[in-house]
T-cell receptor
Framework: QKEVEQNSGPLSVPEGAIASLNCTYSDRGSQSFFWYRQYSGKSPELIMFIYSNGDKEDGRFTAQLNKASQYVSLLIRDSQPSDSATYLCAVMTSGSARQLTFGSGTQLTVLP | DVKVTQSSRYLVKRTGEKVFLECVQDMDHENMFWYRQDPGLGLRLIYFSYDVKMKEKGDIPEGYSVSREKKERFSLILESASTNQTSMYLC??????????FGPGTRLTVL
């Protein structure tokens, strides 16, 4: 079983809709959770992080964490074509504070 | 702003050549990482370093070596490049419990 799993997609949503991206992780002791956005041919850039159970909002982005169920999600409200990218979930596991474990990414396409 | 730079955006080398990829960060981060990213395989960790002259193998170290002589610089070395090392190489750095910041990437093609 992979340590961090994401649906690979592709996920397509119409412009203005809510895009929902999900991630599950296997290490129950994981502390910190991150979402990166990666445009084609570019390197990943951090867009959200969350440490505590519940929701964290930043503009059109909301990260949701449920440690009991071991999942973290990213909601993108009012999706724009510029949001079309691959979204990577990353988890700082309990074993080492020095590195993150990445999921394989979900490709999102927002249709105009 | 954290800045992570990589020596080349695009690189073309021939099979058997020795290849050096350099990464520099300007935020005094202790930890630095080298990944490769291939379609369908995601990010795979090659090596990381948590201090000067310290290194640890990641998931796929075979065919690679690294060097960290100064805190701000982490080099990835392909001793004898092969075609299966054609990939996007990403460097990242971080503090101990902080997130990672990535460089722009080097797209390496080995002919």
């Amino acid at each position: 079983q992979k340590e961090v799993e994401q649906n690979s997609g592709p996920l397509s949503v119409p412009e203005g809709a809510i895009a929902s991206l999900n991630c599950t992780y296997s290490d129950r002791g994981s502390q910190s959770f991150f979402w990166y956005r990666q445009y084609s041919g570019k390197s990943p850039e951090l867009i959200m992080f969350i440490y505590s159970n519940g929701d964290k909002e930043d503009g059109r982005f909301t990260a949701q964490l449920n440690k009991a169920s071991q999942y973290v999600s990213l909601l993108i409200r009012d999706s724009q074509p510029s949001d079309s990218a691959t979204y990577l979930c990353a988890v700082m596991t309990s074993g080492s504070a020095r590195q993150l474990t990445f999921g394989s990414g979900t490709q999102l396409t927002v249709l105009p | 702003d954290v800045k992570v730079t990589q020596s080349s955006r695009y690189l073309v080398k021939r099979t058997g050549e020795k290849v050096f990829l350099e990464c520099v960060q300007d935020m005094d981060h202790e930890n630095m990482f080298w990944y490769r990213q291939d379609p369908g395989l995601g990010l795979r960790l090659i090596y990381f370093s948590y201090d000067v002259k310290m290194k640890e193998k990641g998931d796929i170290p075979e065919g690679y070596s690294v060097s960290r002589e100064k805190k701000e610089r982490f080099s990835l070395i392909l001793e004898s490049a092969s075609t299966n090392q054609t990939s996007m190489y990403l460097c990242a750095s971080k503090r101990a419990t902080d997130t990672q910041y990535f460089g722009p990437g080097t797209r390496l093609t080995v002919l």
